[in-house]
């Protein structure tokens, strides 16, 4: 039986083990929610020897503000693991600078050719089974990049944490530069691109979230704490068809979304020359159109057309 003590209420009930398992894909809950249900099933049961008992009345609960301390409840987290992993394929290329130079001397040159261009990285998550909470940095997940989108040297921090919303995007700048010098040769015209190459990660995660500790809730009306409730045992808050389930470490819950990420991996610098037409090229379709323009002397001038006029004579009979 709970305890009334000093206006602290004292929850150690237990759940029947016993009951059949459920489906492991239970969905998002808010731990927010399961708090104030089990305290609101109290207060309805308990209103009248706790509330009444101290104040001489009870209250409508809808008229309560309720107030959660989360502080001394902690949540521990295993390390992320990455499934269903859709590597790589083939990175794809993005021309981010081109600029053509031409060298219409008989002499080599050489050019400086300098760029800065920037691209931005995107990762995003989005959890589809799990628990969301209210702004408590204790309760936030943190979720690492998985090792292959690391290793590209994309810009993305390790970890990102995901806080009060089941999705999340990130954006990092990445900074691309070149700077050399390209030789010209004479009687050419040389395209230079700055090509940036990207690829793309899709992959599903799970992370197992253990919870320790205990939650308060303490109901005030009309600035006046009413009543404060203390959930010793988890386990009256969290129950198995919410999707918790409990092992030698205690309650746990399991978090599992996907990943996204395109991001930039490379760079390089592509060259492409043609020779320009020379002098004796110029002069050969000159004499081609010459010849075309000789070759039409002889042919008979086009005669004008002839316009038949005809006349429309009206019959009235």
């Given at each position: 039986?709970p305890?009334?003590?000093d206006?602290l209420?004292h929850?150690?009930?237990?759940h029947?083990?016993?009951?059949?398992?459920?489906?492991h894909?239970?969905?998002l809950?808010?731990?927010?929610?399961?708090v104030?249900a089990?305290?609101?099933?109290?207060?309805?049961d308990?209103?009248?020897?706790?509330?009444?008992a101290?104040?001489?009345r009870?209250?409508?609960w809808?008229?309560?503000?309720?107030?959660?301390d989360w502080?001394?409840?902690k949540?521990?987290?295993?390390?992320?693991?990455?499934?269903d992993?859709?590597?790589?394929g083939?990175?794809k290329?993005?021309?981010?600078?081109?600029?053509?130079f031409?060298?219409?001397?008989?002499?080599?040159?050489?050019?400086?050719?300098?760029?800065?261009?920037?691209?931005?990285s995107?990762?995003s998550?989005?959890i589809?089974?799990?628990?969301t909470?209210?702004?408590?940095?204790?309760?936030?997940?943190?979720?690492p990049?998985?090792k292959?989108?690391l290793?590209?040297?994309?810009?993305?921090?390790?970890?990102?944490?995901?806080?009060?919303s089941r999705d999340?995007?990130?954006?990092?700048?990445l900074t691309?530069?070149?700077?050399?010098?390209?030789?010209?040769?004479?009687?050419?015209?040389?395209?230079?691109?700055?090509?940036?190459?990207e690829?793309?990660?899709?992959?599903?995660f799970e992370?197992?979230?253990?919870?320790?500790?205990?939650?308060?809730?303490?109901?005030?009306?009309?600035a006046q704490e009413i009543?404060?409730?203390e959930?010793?045992?988890?386990?009256d808050?969290?129950?198995?068809?919410?999707?918790?389930r409990?092992?030698?470490?205690?309650?746990?819950r399991?978090?599992?979304?996907?990943c996204?990420?395109?991001?930039?991996?490379?760079?390089?610098?592509?060259?492409?020359?043609?020779?320009?037409?020379?002098?004796?090229?110029?002069?050969?379709?000159?004499?081609q159109?010459?010849?075309?323009?000789?070759?039409?002397?002889?042919?008979?001038?086009?005669?004008?057309?002839?316009?038949?006029?005809?006349?429309?004579?009206?019959?009235i009979?």
């Amino acid at each position: 039986m709970p305890r009334l003590i000093d206006n602290l209420v004292h929850f150690n009930g237990k759940h029947d083990e016993s009951s059949p398992a459920l489906s492991h894909k239970m969905g998002l809950v808010n731990l927010r929610d399961l708090v104030e249900a089990t305290a609101h099933k109290w207060y309805k049961d308990n209103e009248k020897d706790s509330t009444k008992a101290k104040w001489g009345r009870t209250y409508n609960w809808k008229e309560l503000v309720k107030e959660i301390d989360w502080r001394s409840l902690k949540v521990r987290h295993d390390p992320v693991i990455y499934t269903d992993l859709e590597m790589p394929g083939a990175p794809k290329n993005h021309i981010l600078f081109r600029s053509s130079f031409l060298n219409d001397t008989n002499r080599e040159q050489d050019y400086n050719l300098k760029a800065v261009r920037r691209t931005v990285s995107t990762c995003s998550f989005s959890i589809f089974e799990g628990y969301t909470t209210e702004q408590t940095a204790s309760l936030e997940l943190q979720v690492p990049l998985p090792k292959c989108v690391l290793e590209a040297s994309t810009g993305f921090r390790r970890e990102y944490t995901l806080e009060q919303s089941r999705d999340k995007q990130v954006e990092e700048e990445l900074t691309w530069s070149v700077e050399s010098n390209i030789r010209i040769p004479g009687m050419s015209q040389t395209t230079a691109e700055l090509i940036v190459q990207e690829d793309e990660y899709h992959g599903t995660f799970e992370i197992k979230s253990y919870f320790v500790g205990e939650i308060r809730v303490k109901l005030y009306k009309d600035a006046q704490e009413i009543l404060s409730l203390e959930f010793g045992d988890l386990e009256d808050l969290f129950p198995r068809e919410k999707g918790f389930r409990k092992d030698s470490r205690g309650i746990y819950r399991i978090t599992r979304g996907e990943c996204k990420a395109r991001f930039g991996i490379s760079q390089k610098v592509e060259l492409h020359a043609k020779p320009l037409p020379t002098q004796d090229t110029n002069h050969r379709t000159i004499q081609q159109q010459d010849l075309r323009k000789n070759s039409m002397k002889d042919l008979p001038a086009p005669s004008a057309p002839v316009t038949i006029l005809r006349e429309l004579v009206a019959t009235i009979n």
